[in-house]
Structures are given as structure tokens and as C-alpha cells.
């Protein structure tokens, strides 16, 4: 069974980082891609990141390319979302999810979920 859990949440001020953590394990196919996604109350699930499991490609949305980054540590089975330049707009619950397919922001793709991390931004 795949499990996926997020870590590293948590309140921080404008203007600072966090780095998010998406332990993976459970896969019974090769090469998973792995994205991190956010959602707003109300609001839909945003892409964010993906890292392709086959050659580490990586996609970014233009709304957080130079601010987000993405990698993965296999020997952990981690994947990490670095997140710089913090602002209130960041705040929402960031979920990891894996995909059996190259990397996509449609949130169809994934077929395993997280159970999500808060990160609330203050101002």
C-alpha cells in the first residue's frame, strides 16, 4: 500500500522559508512521480512541484518558479519542497501526491494523497 506523509508545516513570518518533507513508501511500480500541491479554503488544488521518479525532471507553475524548489533523496525516500520568500498568499494545507505517469499539474494524475501539512504565513 502506498503511504505518503507530509511534515515540516508550521507558522512563519513574511519574507521566511520552510521545507516541506513527503516520506514515500509502498510503491509497487517503478519511478514515481511525485508532486506537492496546496489548497486554499475553497478554493481548488493548486500544482506546485512535481519531480519525475525516471531522469528527476522537475515543472514548476510560473507563480512560484524562483520561490519553490523541488528534490528528492532516494536513499530516504523523501521528497522535499523548499519554499523561500514566504508570503500570507502561501498559506494554505500543502499536499504531497504520487502519479504513475510523467510529471502533470492536473491533480487527476495522482493517485495517492497525503494526509497534508498547514503552512500559515503571517504577516
Known amino acids: 500500500e502506498v503511504h505518503l506523509v507530509e511534515s515540516g508545516g508550521g507558522l512563519v513570518q513574511a519574507g521566511g522559508s520552510l521545507r516541506l518533507s513527503c516520506a514515500a513508501s509502498g510503491f509497487t511500480f517503478d519511478d514515481p512521480s511525485i508532486g506537492w500541491f496546496r489548497q486554499l479554503p475553497g478554493k481548488e488544488r493548486e500544482g506546485l512541484a512535481c519531480i519525475s521518479?525516471?531522469?528527476?525532471?522537475?515543472?514548476?507553475?510560473?507563480?512560484?518558479?524562483?520561490?519553490?524548489?523541488?528534490?528528492?533523496?532516494?536513499?530516504?525516500?523523501?521528497?522535499?519542497?523548499?519554499?523561500?520568500?514566504?508570503?500570507?498568499?502561501?498559506?494554505?494545507?500543502?499536499?504531497?501526491?504520487?502519479?504513475?505517469?510523467?510529471c502533470t499539474r492536473l491533480t487527476g494524475a495522482y493517485s495517492y494523497w497525503g494526509q497534508g501539512t498547514q503552512v500559515t504565513v503571517s504577516s
Request: hydrophobic letters at 30%; aromatic letters at 10%; a neutral charge.
Open 53 to 102: 521518479g525516471s531522469d528527476g525532471s522537475t515543472i514548476y507553475p510560473d507563480s512560484v518558479k524562483g520561490r519553490f524548489s523541488i528534490s528528492s533523496d532516494n536513499a530516504k525516500n523523501t521528497v522535499y519542497l523548499q519554499m523561500n520568500s514566504l508570503k500570507p498568499e502561501d498559506t494554505a494545507i500543502y499536499y504531497c501526491a504520487a502519479s504513475r505517469i510523467a
